[in-house]
């Protein structure tokens, strides 16, 4: 019903910037919300940012100031700026939506992406 799919991770040092692009894509009515989690080998997947399709953005505490989501509604794309890279940012980084879609019927559901890592070296 719906397709995501990640680009923009890869290795940095440190203090260094990456740029995260999520497109979806599929039987969409609507998507309320996109978002980015990220999730460290044992541990739970944490919400990194999120942005409504009327553009209110919430921020986890670790990366205000540093990380800036954004949205582009007409290319149903999500895009996370990642500034000031520390090495705790190191994680495998998914994106999500959750989608209005068409299926016979109208139903709501999340969806994710295959994730895409990100390794910040020290």
């Known amino acids: 019903q719906v397709q995501l799919v990640e680009s923009g991770g890869g290795l940095v040092q440190a203090g260094g910037s990456l740029r995260l692009s999520c497109v979806a894509s599929?039987?969409?009515?609507?998507?309320?919300?996109m978002g980015w989690y990220r999730q460290v080998p044992g541990k739970q997947r944490e919400l990194v940012a999120a942005?409504?399709?009327?553009?209110?953005?919430n921020y986890a505490d670790s990366v205000k100031g540093r990380f800036t989501i954004s949205r582009d509604n007409a290319k149903s794309t999500v895009y996370l700026q990642m500034n000031s890279l520390k090495p705790e940012d190191t994680a495998v980084y998914y994106c999500?939506?959750?989608?209005?879609?068409?299926?016979?019927?109208?139903?709501?559901?999340?969806?994710w992406g295959q994730g895409t890592q990100v390794v910040v070296s020290s």
């Open positions: 942005v409504t399709s009327g553009g209110s953005t």
């Open positions: 999500s939506c959750r989608a209005l879609v068409f299926t016979t019927k109208t139903s709501t559901g999340d969806y």
């Open positions: 599929g039987t969409i009515i609507s998507i309320n919300v």
